[in-house]
């Protein structure tokens, strides 16, 4: 077993990424419980509710795309601190915006900093965690993106209700900038000797602070699918979470507060989800590909199936599958990165493939506001969620995780052999 894999500080680093990464989902997570008040306060019209949210992933996905090759080149230490804590004010200056204008720019400020967590946190996890590791690891860490929907839509509903949209802005902002803070203080790149095995494996440096050769990604065709697999999955994902609390309130009367306790129930059920689909994963040797299929072609028919329904007790009872479907993919197409990609190169790949992942986040908002707008109808807004994790199904069909990822140098005459990024038996040339 190598250094990286045994130290027991690697449960340490997967904390911090999953406290950094958390905060950030929880900011992102705020605009759906917040968005009727906001409209409100600032007389923002229905359809363009949407365009806030869409703003924020125009700068979520920007920050990806560059958020993964900076993470190769300084570091995820560095990526999670400083992104974390312009992320982080910029919430609190949202919470004092008083114009359309100003919140959309705003939005966009926070998204374009808040994105290269991500990429940030699953570098550090691959270094620190092996490839049979890697699934609960990842389980754990992805957990984020649904526990910040929890969190979110727990404490704005009430703190709007007793205090105003503005000070969960405050709130949430100042928690961000703490947590980045000690992130700067506690986090390491990489274990001792790491460099010196990672020449004798890989067979190419790929030290902090040098400039990564980003060209056998853009020829790694897996890595496409796996991104259009996720855009797929995001699409359905975010567009509920952006859209859900104000479709039931508006299209079916439903109260905001019970609104956000659907969506509490929702994504509780893929905290606990999330680890436990990594963790068998990784005992069974399932892989990644077939259970992601699964998983969202099961999201994309409930989400038909919720869009049918009317009362607040439908709702409450579907919320549990609707939310292990919406999120029980996510670790999974994480854990799939590394494999496709190769460690070296795992945050540029990271940061890509969810960039392209987020680019459904960003327009996903904005179509379904006005599907909904021009109809007026639930189901045709839920209709319109559910393409997208049936597209990501089938397209993840095609994918291979058995081919050797383009950057892992094959063997010459005197070279031994190279251990493969999935289990570490070899391969020849």
């Known amino acids: 077993m190598t250094v990286q894999h045994s130290s027991r500080y690697r449960w340490v680093v997967l904390t911090m990424c999953w406290a950094a990464f958390t ?22 019209p229905v359809a363009a509710i949407g365009i806030f949210a869409t703003c924020y992933y125009i700068g979520y996905v920007a920050s990806n795309a560059f958020g993964g090759f900076l993470t190769d080149w300084l570091g995820g230490r560095m990526i999670l601190s400083i992104t974390g804590l312009v992320a982080g004010s910029f919430m609190i200056v949202f919470g004092e915006i008083d114009s359309i204008t100003a919140g959309l720019i705003v939005q966009g400020i926070v998204g374009l900093f808040a994105g290269a967590d991500f990429a940030g946190g699953l570098k550090l996890i691959a270094t620190w965690f092996s490839p049979t ?20 839509n727990a404490v704005v509903p009430r703190m709007i209700t007793t205090s105003g ?7 949430f902002g100042i928690v961000t900038v ?10 390491r790149d990489r274990p001792p000797g790491h460099e010196l095995e990672r020449e004798r494996t890989d067979r190419r440096p790929a030290r902090t602070g040098s400039l990564p050769n980003l060209r056998p990604l853009l020829r790694n065709r897996d890595l496409l699918l796996l991104g259009i697999t996720g855009f797929g999955g ?8 952006t859209w859900s609390n104000t479709l ?48 969202l072609t099961v999201f994309g028919g409930t989400l038909l199936v919720f869009g049918t329904f009317s009362s607040l007790t439908q709702f ?7 939310g292990l479907g919406a999120y029980a993919y996510s670790p999974l197409t994480a854990a799939l990165t590394p494999v496709l990609a190769g460690k070296g190169l795992v945050g540029s790949a990271a940061g890509g493939v969810n960039a392209v992942w987020q680019l459904g986040s960003v327009a996903v908002p904005a179509v379904v506001g006005f599907v909904f707008q021009a109809t007026g109808s639930f189901y045709a807004a839920f209709i319109v969620l559910a393409i997208g994790p049936f597209i990501g199904a089938a397209t993840c069909c095609f994918i291979r995780p ?9 063997r010459t005459g005197s070279d031994p052999a190279v251990p493969t990024p999935t289990t570490g038996h070899t391969i020849s040339a």
Not at 178 to 187: D, M, R, T
Not at 234 to 241: E, H, K, N, R
């Open 316 to 322: 409450l009872w579907c919320a549990p599958l609707l």
């Open 165 to 171: 949209w503005r000070e969960s802005y405050h709130l």
């Open 133 to 152: 590791q890697r699934g609960f690891a990842m389980g754990v860490f992805m957990t984020a993106t649904s526990l910040g929907t929890v969190i979110a």
């Open 178 to 187: 703490v947590i980045s803070i000690l992130c700067f203080i506690l986090l």
């Open 23 to 44: 905060m950030t989902s929880v900011d992102r997570s705020t605009w759906g419980p917040a968005s009727a008040s906001v409209s409100d306060s600032l007389a923002v």
């Open 402 to 410: 058995d081919r050797p990822p383009r950057n892992t140098p094959r």
């Open 248 to 295: 039931m309130v508006k299209a079916n009367g439903i109260d905001p507060v019970d609104a956000g306790t659907v969506l509490v129930i929702f994504a509780a059920v893929a905290v606990a989800a999330k680890p436990m689909v990594g963790w068998i994963t990784d005992l069974l040797r399932l892989g990644q590909r077939l259970p992601i299929i699964v998983i």
């Open 234 to 241: 995001l699409w359905g994902t975010y567009g509920f979470v």
